[in-house]
């Protein structure tokens, strides 16, 4: 199989003065020879990470990037296996410990500044280094989620986890999706636990490589942490360590995995900041948008999405595109069912985002496009936070970037994107393939069932899909519909405004769809006939329609979403670049 109709050559990154691909010497801008594993969900994670962590010794290096830091969150359920304690103790155990961490805004405004800085702090005291970074664009963030471990002994243990989980505070739920005990201030939809749906992928060989050099670029750049005059004056009274010290040589990268067929590519976004840009990457970096468009142009039967955000008709066009180009082409898409903040000023930019994407990929995909949200078991919604796709069951990303145009311009993100290097691209992916047991996984836990049981063939995974959100649309509250946030039926505490029907201009019919949606409207309603007619369905899907928003609301949402809550990070005609 040729990777390189499916992932970007160096020269595509379009950055040619970044070191990540310069290790191979020859271009390439992936490695072979790699295993990777999803642990979905963060109770699994941070329990392997502290094992990971603990096991650790003199010699040995941890480097960690994250949007956000909780000292006192759990690992595990020992109340001594905090963040804090579990880095403070390998510091001391002689782990070469560095972390670089969002610095984030005011902590007044629900920011994690402080709490970055408390993190740092005890880091430090022990003798690693934490540092707290700004190097961002107005209204920007450091967004990746990352933890490199190196042996200094045995490479081949070498490990990388790269994906949306953060080191903080709600993240650590499972498959029940009862939620975070250190639990998060959400909507109140959430309910007081919020329930969390997240991945993050393990990658062990050569790709090790790749994921700690993208922290070393960061790191070792000679742009300022902070230029801004009251950030630094915080710091000089906080006494805050503002000066990385030098990491020492990087080793090579760890030996291809014994059976390990998984071919990666670490693709990221950086803007352009200003006055001073980073050294490997002056011009900005742009390769998960690269990345994201050069795979969509391959797919052809089932593009599958997992997604915090799906905002801009930049990103709407992304997906209508290969829609036309194949009309044999499906698309599911899994989002939060509410926005994970209350009030108008929050909740509406974020539907109007939502809405320019649907609009767009419904209009050219029609019944070939179904939109869905999470509940748990008790009727709350769970909150989707994951940043994955999968394609044609061949390319699957897993990373930080979310699909709108902050994290493919503006903010600093990081994704893995997986292709199975063995077979032939006219041919299925092998059974246990990276990307085929990622869907595998994702779409048993949503319908409920067991992995061995979700359909291999795309087309009636959709409509397995499909018809187990109906059924339990149905169970809930009919065919109600929240024109606002698209919420068919009722969630747990929340009514629907107003019952209307969907618009016939987003159900259009395509080749073959009547069929199939007489096929999946009878599976419903068998759902629906049950003998105890008291029973949940099984499964977690809810169905989404495209947010309606008002005229008044059409007013002031559009500025208010393009300013604060999706900034375009491209320079404009005229910026300096």
């Known amino acids: 199989m040729d990777v390189r109709e499916w992932l970007l050559e160096s020269r595509e990154r379009e950055n040619p ?3 990540i691909d310069a290790v191979r010497g020859d271009g390439t801008a992936w490695s072979t020879g790699n295993s990777v594993r999803a642990l979905v969900h963060g109770r699994d994670y941070f329990a392997e990470l502290y094992d990971r962590i603990s096991a650790l010794g003199p010699g040995d290096r941890l480097y960690f990037a994250d949007w956000e830091g909780d000292p006192d969150q759990q690992l595990t359920d020992d109340p001594r296996a905090t963040l804090d304690n579990t880095l403070v103790d390998a510091v001391r155990r002689g782990v070469d410990v560095r972390g670089l961490l969002w610095r984030s805004h005011w902590h ?43 042996h200094a002994d045995d490479p081949a243990r070498d490990i990388a986890y790269v994906g949306g989980i953060d080191l903080c505070n709600g993240r650590r739920d499972d498959a029940k999706h009862q939620g975070d005990r250190q639990a998060v201030d959400m909507a109140r939809a959430y309910g007081p636990t919020p329930a969390w749906h997240d991945v993050q992928v393990a990658i062990q060989g050569p790709a090790v490589h790749d994921v700690e050099t993208t922290f070393r670029e960061r790191w070792e750049d000679s742009t300022p942490l902070t230029v ?7 710091s000089l009274v906080h006494r805050e360590d503002l000066s990385p010290e030098p990491l020492g040589p990087q080793s090579p990268p760890p030996p291809p995995r014994a059976g390990g067929h998984e071919t990666v590519q670490v693709i ?8 001073k840009s980073f050294d490997f990457a002056p011009h900005g970096e742009r390769s998960v948008m690269l990345g994201n468009a050069k795979a969509i142009a ?42 994970d903040r209350e009030g108008t000023a929050v909740e509406v930019p974020q539907l109007y985002g939502r809405a320019l ?3 767009k990929i419904l209009e050219a995909g029609g019944d070939r496009v179904a939109v869905f949200g999470l509940t748990n078991e008790s009727g709350l919604p769970v909150y989707v936070h994951s940043k994955t796709c999968v394609i044609d069951q061949r390319w699957a990303s897993v990373g930080s970037d979310n699909l709108n145009r902050r994290s493919w311009t503006s903010d600093s993100e990081i994704a893995c994107t997986v292709v199975d290097d063995r077979g032939d691209l006219d041919e299925p992916a092998p059974a246990d393939s990276f990307p085929r047991v990622l869907l ?17 063939d795309p087309h009636e995974l959709f409509d397995a899909m499909v018809a187990s959100a109906d059924a339990l649309d149905r169970w809930y509250d009919g ?3 929240d024109t606002l946030t698209g919420v068919r039926g009722r969630i747990a505490g929340k009514r629907p405004r107003r019952p209307v029907p969907v618009p016939k201009s987003l159900s259009r019919s395509v080749p073959g769809h009547d069929r199939r949606r007489r096929r999946v409207s009878e599976q419903a309603a068998a759902f629906a006939a049950a003998p105890h007619e008291h029973q949940r369905p099984p499964g977690q899907l809810r169905r989404l329609s495209t947010p309606e928003l008002t005229r008044a609301q059409l007013l002031w949402a559009p500025r208010l979403y393009d300013v604060l809550f999706d900034p375009d990070g491209r320079p404009r005609p005229g910026e300096r670049t």
């Open 17 to 19: 003065h970044t070191a």
């Open 108 to 150: 007044r405004l629900g920011y994690s500044a402080d709490r970055h800085r408390q993190l740092g702090d005890a880091i430090g005291d022990a003798g690693g280094q934490c540092l707290r970074d700004m190097r961002v664009r107005t209204r920007g963030a450091h967004h990746q989620k990352f933890v490199v471990i190196r």
């Open 228 to 234: 801004n005059p009251g950030r630094l004056l915080s």
């Open 268 to 275: 990221r976004t950086f803007p352009v900041i200003y006055p």
């Open 298 to 339: 391959n797919a052809e039967r089932l593009v599958y999405v997992e997604d915090q955000y799906l905002w801009s008709e930049e990103v709407g066009e992304h997906f209508a595109g290969a829609l036309r180009a194949r009309p044999d082409l499906r698309l599911v898409v899994v989002l939060p069912m509410v926005p």
């Open 357 to 359: 994407a649907m609009r």
């Open 440 to 456: 595998r996984t994702l779409v048993a836990e949503h319908l409920g069932c067991e992995p061995d049981q979700v359909p291999e």
């Open 479 to 481: 065919v109600g519909l």
